[in-house]
Structures are given as structure tokens and as C-alpha cells.
């Protein structure tokens, strides 16, 4: 057992399986690795949850929890462990984070595998089927541009694979706030252990998701297509304003480093931040159900293709 650890942790592994490959093959998986990207990740967990064609609330936010529960699992994991990424001639130059488990893996699989589960039709095992292969590629790709160990994403996939399990069967309990919940303890849980990856990020998420979640799960809400779409413009300037305090003000004025009750303020500002932000995006939708009736929601309804609409 000790050997075939060792095995997957040998980053001379990476190197038999990259020189296996073709050029092409390799310029394949160094494009399609983006599709693991956490920040897109969270965008197609976003745009299903406001534009999926599916009323059931409960439905659309289950890949938008899942997002949050596979940040706080996968950053409170890198950051317990802390195993350092490959030493490898052919990998990124200081790619940051740490390398066990992969969250590209991890997350894929999860968020990935979530959507794959969420309509029992008649494609459902070709979704499945489609959904494999995107999975085994995308953690294929970690391996082969050299920023994780082989054992990193057979372990990411698995992980991914048993939250999917359990968002599952929370989900079919109806009590999707539990997700949440356990995100928010493994995020608390991660940090008491000494974890700073994704901390700030995963406990504010968690808590606007709750939060918010709470106050709009038995609302109804039929935005239009063209309501959800200027919604979410009217709030960029939300972001962009969090923004700059965070990067800019807080170092400026010098209080970023000043602790309250043992925590930096600027953690506390971003843990705000993040869990006013998700807030507003699970909000959306009944946000944007509140302009259904605007002239320009009418115009713009019109030139958005039906496929878009719910």
C-alpha cells in the first residue's frame, strides 16, 4: 500500500505520462484544464441557479451550494496538509497554492457531476457518459502541465464524488441550508486547524448563502430572462466597491492588519464582503422579480434568444 502511494506522489510519474502523450494532445488538456478553473466554476454554478429553465428553487441553487461546500472542503484540506505542489521542469513557474488535493478535480467533479444529477431523463447516462470524460480529462490535465501529483487527483475526484453524495441526500431531505451549515463548520474547522486557503472566502460564502437562502426559500420567484440579466449589471458596482476597500483603502489607511478579538480586519472585511456578495447572488432572482415590469426589461426580453429563457 505504501508502495502505491509513494507511486502516486512520484512526480517521475508525471513525466512517464507526459512523454506518453502527443504535442496536440498535450496543447488539448492545457486548454481544457480551464474548464476546472474555480472562478468559472462558480460562473456556471451562478448562471444555472439564475437562468435555469426550472422554477423549483430548491433545484436551482443545489450546484451553487455545492460550489460553496467543495470550497471550503478542498481549501481547509490544502491548507491542514500543506504538501507542496510538483518540482518539475515543465510546470507553471511559481503556480501557487498546494498541491493536495486538486481542487480543478475535485470541483469538476463535484459541480460537474451535481449538474449530471440533477433530471432523471432519458440522456441521463450519456450525460453521465459526458460528464466522465470531461472529469477524467480536466484532472488528466493537472497531471500532465506538472501543478499536481497523480495521488492529487484521484483523490480530488473521489472527494468530489462523495459530496455529491451527501449535497444529495441533504438535498432530498429538503433542507439545502444544511449545506451551508456543514460548509460553514468545515470552513471554522479548517481555520482552528491552521488552514488560511480560501478561509476568508469559504466562511463568508457560507454565511450568505445561509443567510439569504433562509429569507428566500419558500418565496416565489418568475423573473424574466431580460430582469435577472440587468439585476446582475446593477450590481457590479456592489462588487467593484468591495473591491477597492479591500485592495485599496484598508492598506491605505493602515487598519488591515489590526486584530479584533484576534482576527485581522481585513479578514473580517472580506468574510463581510463574501457573505454580502453570495447573499446577493442567491437574492437575485426574486431581486430581479421585482422588475418585471420595467419597460426596458420588456425591450431586452425581446432580443434574447428563447433557448436563454426559462
Known amino acids: 500500500m505504501l508502495e502505491i502511494l509513494r507511486l502516486l506522489f ?53 450546484i451553487l451550494a455545492l460550489c460553496v461546500i467543495t470550497l471550503a472542503f478542498v481549501g481547509g484540506l490544502k491548507g491542514v496538509l500543506q504538501v507542496p505542489r510538483p518540482d518539475l521542469a515543465f510546470a507553471p513557474e511559481n503556480y501557487p497554492g498546494w498541491s493536495t488535493p486538486s481542487a480543478h478535480a475535485m470541483g469538476a467533479t463535484a459541480i460537474y457531476g451535481g449538474f449530471a444529477s440533477l433530471n432523471d431523463d432519458k440522456f441521463k447516462i450519456l450525460k453521465y457518459l459526458g460528464v466522465g470524460f470531461l472529469i477524467f480529462f480536466i484532472a488528466l490535465s493537472r497531471v500532465v502541465i506538472g501543478v499536481h501529483y497523480v495521488g492529487d487527483v484521484i483523490l480530488g475526484v473521489i472527494l468530489g464524488i462523495l459530496l455529491v453524495y451527501l449535497a444529495i441526500h441533504i438535498k432530498r431531505r ?122 426596458s426589461v420588456d425591450r431586452l426580453e425581446r432580443y434574447i434568444p428563447s433557448l436563454m429563457k426559462p
Not at 209 to 224: C, D, M, Q, T
Not at 288 to 293: C, G, M
Open 10 to 62: 512520484d512526480p517521475e510519474l508525471n513525466i512517464v505520462i507526459r512523454e506518453a502523450l502527443s504535442g496536440s494532445m498535450i496543447q488539448f488538456l492545457e486548454i481544457i484544464t480551464i474548464l476546472g478553473d474555480g472562478a468559472l466554476l462558480f460562473a456556471f454554478a451562478a448562471l444555472l441557479y439564475w437562468f435555469y429553465p426550472d422554477n423549483v428553487s430548491r433545484k436551482r441553487i443545489f
Open 174 to 295: 429538503r433542507t439545502i441550508g444544511m449545506i451551508f451549515v456543514v460548509s460553514l463548520l468545515i470552513s471554522i474547522g479548517a481555520y482552528l486547524l491552521g488552514s488560511e486557503e480560501f478561509i476568508t472566502l469559504s466562511i463568508g460564502s457560507s454565511l450568505g448563502g445561509l443567510v439569504s437562502w433562509k429569507l428566500v426559500e419558500y418565496r416565489i420567484a418568475n423573473p424574466k430572462c431580460a430582469a435577472n440579466v440587468i439585476t446582475m449589471l446593477m450590481l457590479i458596482p456592489v462588487v467593484i466597491i468591495f473591491w477597492i476597500t479591500d485592495a485599496v483603502i484598508l492598506g491605505y489607511v493602515g487598519i488591515a492588519d489590526i486584530l479584533v478579538y484576534g482576527i485581522p480586519v481585513q479578514a473580517l472585511f472580506q468574510i463581510a464582503s463574501y457573505a454580502i456578495l453570495f447573499g446577493l447572488a442567491v437574492a437575485l432572482p426574486y431581486l430581479a422579480d421585482r422588475i418585471n415590469h420595467w419597460d
